[in-house]
């Protein structure tokens, strides 16, 4: 069982930037982030498969967003920058602990509760 918690949400004004971090209990080959805003579906933003062997974005986010892990001390980024009004939702952290590696949120196993970004 891998627990996840995500942290360094907040508020951030359009262009600005934000780093969202994903603390876990376990190793998992796959980290990903998601993100849902209001009223739609939960989408995959971006993942990091084992040490960057593999590396997913979403089209919205190519560009403005970087995906990381340490693995040594079990955490997870997602560095968000140009951030525009279209990014504001709750973020989500989740790890795959088998060999998926992508943006389906099928795929991963554990999640983190989420945290809010809210774009000004």
């Known amino acids: 069982h891998v627990q996840l918690v995500e942290s360094g949400g907040g508020s951030v004004p359009v262009g600005g930037t934000l780093r969202l971090n994903c603390t876990a209990s376990?190793?998992?080959?796959?980290m990903g982030w998601f993100r849902q805003a209001p009223g739609k579906e939960r989408e995959g933003v971006a993942a990091?498969?084992?040490?960057?062997?593999?590396?997913y974005y979403a089209d919205s986010v190519k560009g403005r967003f970087v995906v990381s892990r340490d693995i040594a001390n079990k955490m997870a980024f997602l560095e968000m920058s140009n951030i525009q009004p279209e990014d504001a939702g709750k973020y989500y952290c989740?790890?795959?602990?088998?060999?998926?590696?992508?943006?389906?949120?099928?795929?991963?196993?554990?999640w983190g509760q989420g945290t809010q970004v809210t774009v000004s």
């Open positions: 990091l498969y084992g040490r960057g062997e593999r590396i």
């Open positions: 376990g190793y998992a080959f796959c």
């Open positions: 989740a790890a795959a602990t088998g060999l998926y590696s992508g943006l389906g949120d099928s795929g991963y196993n554990y």
